[in-house]
Antibody
Framework: MRLEESGGGVVQSGRSLRLSCAASGFSFKTYSFHWVRQAPGRGLEWLAVISYRGNYQYYGDSVKGRITISRDNSGDRLFLEIHSLRPDDSGVYYC?????????????????WGQGVHVSVSS | SYVVTQTPSVSVAPGQTAKITCGGDDIGDRSVHWFQQRPGQAPILVIHDDKDRPSGIPERFSGSNSANTATLTISGVEAADEADYYCQLWDDNSDHVVFGGGTKLTVL
């Protein structure tokens, strides 16, 4: 089982960014997925979850309205779009596998996680 | 949304037992998961569903959850256990994943 994030880098404040997470080694389409971020020196912050069919998405309060989680089940990929980037969006962004066959309730542990991708927003 | 509280730091000598707690209202009614994160690395799952160990996680790691406190216990602590530990659960009321603020385990 493997998850690999990409699409990070240095971005100017106010711009948008699209992160990608490629999955391999398991049946991508049967699992829900999460995005979690970690600011430098800080704890884990949950951002969003998407159901296994992609028809339900839930967002954390701090980013709701500025991010969109989506998935491509034919290509085994998860995405996160972040709009109106701010310096405090800087950090490491992780994708993580969630509950199997879950639509609205995501009680299972996030496992596994990707290695993370760095995002740095310059002011 | 639901709030969980972790003690920011715990220190223990090698070979001793470390207890890391995650507090919340009636947290015993919820499934709690625990992650270990070493510096510069992604989190890894060490306990799921209150007390179950994933394959490959040493038996030294155990978990419990009752009333208002979930606990991760590490017996016979080793230097390699020095890391940040996070609890996590799903909050049905807010449809949010909730993480504790993390506990830094220092092995003296």
């Amino acid at each position: 089982m493997r998850l690999e994030e990409s699409g990070g880098g240095v971005v100017q404040s106010g711009r948008s960014l699209r992160l990608s997470c490629a999955a391999s080694g398991f049946s991508f389409k049967t699992y829900s997925f999460h995005w979690v971020r970690q600011a430098p020196g800080r704890g884990l912050e949950w951002l969003a979850v998407i159901s296994y069919r992609g028809n339900y998405q839930y967002y954390g309060d701090s980013v709701k309205g500025r991010i969109t989680i989506s998935r491509d089940n034919s290509g085994d990929r998860l995405f996160l779009e972040i709009h109106s980037l701010r310096p405090d969006d800087s950090g490491v962004y992780y994708c993580a596998r969630g509950s199997p066959l879950a639509d609205r309730v995501f009680v299972r542990a996030l496992d596994p996680w990707g290695q993370g991708v760095h995002v740095s927003v310059s002011s | 949304s639901y709030v969980v509280t972790q003690t920011p730091s715990v220190s223990v000598a090698p070979g001793q037992t470390a207890k890391i707690t995650c507090g919340g209202d009636d947290i015993g009614d919820r499934s709690v998961h625990w992650f270990q994160q070493r510096p510069g690395q992604a989190p890894i799952l060490v306990i799921h569903d209150d007390k179950d160990r994933p394959s490959g996680i040493p038996e030294r790691f155990s978990g419990s959850n009752s009333a208002n406190t979930a606990t991760l216990t590490i017996s016979g602590v080793e230097a390699a256990d020095e890391a940040d530990y996070y609890c996590q659960l799903w909050d049905d009321n807010s449809d949010h994943v909730v993480f504790g603020g993390g506990t830094k385990l220092t092995v003296l």
